[in-house]
């Protein structure tokens, strides 16, 4: 049996595929602990900077897997005991290293919803994103009712949760849900190199700076206020934040030790 989760190690970059192509790379029990797995591993790998989530041409992933949701015995009993979703799926969530969402293809349901766990998506031009469950009897259930507005506001955000219907590259990189397109063939080696240039900044300001932009999803202006003037001034205690700005001073590249 193929691996349906495969990672790669590129520069200071850890890249996670998901390998499901005969189904469209949904979400199954495997696919889920095997993405969680290289998470874990590439947050446990100080040579890592920057994480990348891609699946491939066809599809980011279709959302959770529908043959095993389903079944007689998938009812809410067995959805409750397993904690269905919580368990291991929030762990791109809680990475603390950047990770961003390669996204060409299919990113529907349960897919759309992991695309917006990472830190940003970057899409190819046929990227297609959705939150069709309503066609199947249930509702996002990942964070899609949740996430969706904040990226893109209540209106859209509605219509597509309601209708099921999908949004394009372009619409969605109007609506905010999207950081950058490129065209297909450009969608890996454009992420990657970004990737990579992220990658070759200090690590802890790179967390610091990502724990920063969350508070804004999290609280009230004036604690997202505080907290980034609590990590501000904490990146004055790092050794990298002499060194970057001395680099500027002497016009040199900065060499970052990570600490
Ligand atoms: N689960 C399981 N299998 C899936 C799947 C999914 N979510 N999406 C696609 N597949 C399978 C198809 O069953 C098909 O398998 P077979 O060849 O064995 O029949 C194969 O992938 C190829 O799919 P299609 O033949 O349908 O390909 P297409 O190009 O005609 O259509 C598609 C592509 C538009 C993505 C269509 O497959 C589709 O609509 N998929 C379902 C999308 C969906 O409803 N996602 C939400 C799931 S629920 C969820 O995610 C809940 C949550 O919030 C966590």
Redesign the pocket.
């Known amino acids: 049996m193929s691996q349906v989760v495969l990672s790669e190690i590129h520069g200071r970059v850890g890249l996670i595929r998901i390998n499901r192509p005969?189904?469209?790379n949904?979400?199954?029990d495997a696919v889920v602990s095997g993405i969680a797995a290289a998470v874990d591993a590439f947050e446990a790998d100080e040579n890592i900077g920057c994480i990348v989530l891609t699946g491939n041409e066809?599809?980011f992933a279709?959302?959770?897997?529908?043959?095993?949701?389903k079944q007689a015995e998938f009812d809410y009993m067995h959805a409750y005991k397993t904690d269905f979703?919580t368990a291991r799926?929030e762990r791109i969530k809680t990475a603390r290293k950047p990770v961003i969402a390669a996204v060409a293809g299919?990113a529907?349901?349960?897919?759309c919803?992991f695309a917006m766990m990472c830190d940003m998506i970057y899409a190819a031009d046929n990227a297609?994103f959705?939150?069709?469950?309503v066609?199947?009897g249930?509702?996002?259930?990942?964070g899609?009712t949740q996430r969706l507005p904040r990226a893109i506001g209540k209106a859209k955000a509605m219509d597509m949760c309601l209708t099921?219907r999908l949004m394009d590259a372009t619409e969605a990189e109007q609506a905010g849900l999207v950081a950058r397109i490129y065209p297909a063939e450009q969608l890996l080696e454009e992420t990657l190199k970004a990737a990579q240039t992220i990658a070759g900044f200090s690590l802890p300001v790179l967390m610091m700076t990502k724990e920063a932009v969350n508070r804004a999803f999290e609280s009230s202006l004036n604690e997202g206020l505080l907290f980034e003037r609590r990590v501000f001034h904490a990146s004055f205690g790092l050794e990298d934040q002499k060194e970057g700005m001395n680099a500027f001073a002497e016009k040199r590249k900065a060499v970052f030790k990570n600490r």
């Open positions: 005969e189904a469209m949904a979400l199954n066809k599809a279709a959302g959770a897997d529908i043959s095993v949701m979703i799926w299919y529907l349901g349960g897919g919803e297609k959705g939150q069709p469950e066609k199947i249930t509702l996002p259930g990942a899609g099921g």
